[in-house]
């Protein structure tokens, strides 16, 4: 069984179902994107996974555990971490502060896990006295992709972590993203700049009205003619 295993998945909102059937899974050190057009269900599909959406179908388990039932503040603990697309820091408290506020978890010393932060994102030790609100875009996102690091998760869940910043800086977070993957943490996202996610994912999935559509390698989708045509402009 993967690491992270979504089968099933059918809910949505109130009487509306957004998933039909929808599975999602993701191996140790992976990182799996989910792309689509608006409206697809790629952001409600994660936060049916992170528990902030109750399934009237379906299992979600992680490690070969269900974790269905699970609030989301009980995910954190089995080893999820979650950066949502917007409202992901707290503007009025320092880039350190932000930091600390995902360690809240921790009984144990976490100076090292912040240390593993900072090492991965420079700019931060540098503005670490900085409100987090007054930060570019870019470095929001990197504050707030830290703060889920001290939680020391095992899956790291980014919801359109380039939305509003520039290409270089979407390169730049790309090349992070890697980075964490490396480490054997696993990723997984959900991104409009399909393109350049499928380049840098080792699995990708095409929803459509809530429906897995394509599911398969980064490399073999961005080569599908008919996934370039329909979801990739060409």
Request: glycine residues 10%; proline residues 4%; charged residues 25%.
């Amino acid at each position: 069984m993967s690491f992270l295993s979504a089968r099933a998945m059918t809910g949505g909102y109130g009487a509306t179902d957004i998933l039909h059937g929808c599975a999602i899974a993701v191996e140790r050190g992976e990182i799996a994107v989910i792309v689509g057009p608006n409206g697809a269900g790629k952001s409600t599909a994660m936060k049916a996974i992170f528990g902030m959406l109750r399934l009237r179908e379906g299992e979600v388990r992680l490690d070969g555990e269900p974790i269905t039932a699970l609030s989301p503040q009980e995910r954190v603990r089995r080893g999820m971490g979650f950066v949502p697309q917007v409202n992901n820091v707290f503007a009025s408290m320092s880039v350190a502060e932000n930091l600390e506020m995902g360690a809240f978890i921790r009984e144990d010393d976490y100076s090292e896990t912040m240390e593993q932060v900072f090492s991965l994102f420079p700019i931060l030790y540098e503005k670490r006295a900085q409100a987090a609100g007054e930060l570019s875009g870019g470095q929001r996102q990197q504050v707030a992709v830290g703060r889920a690091l001290m939680t020391r998760p095992k899956l790291l869940m980014l919801d359109e972590p380039t939305a509003g910043v520039s290409p270089i800086v979407m390169d730049e977070l790309f090349d992070k993203i890697i980075e964490i993957a490396r480490t054997g943490i696993s990723i997984l996202m959900v991104e409009q700049n399909a393109r350049q996610a499928l380049n840098i994912a080792d699995k990708g999935y095409v929803l459509v009205q809530g429906r897995n559509r394509y599911t398969d390698t980064g490399e073999a989708l961005l080569a599908d003619p008919e996934v370039r045509r329909t979801f990739l402009g060409g």
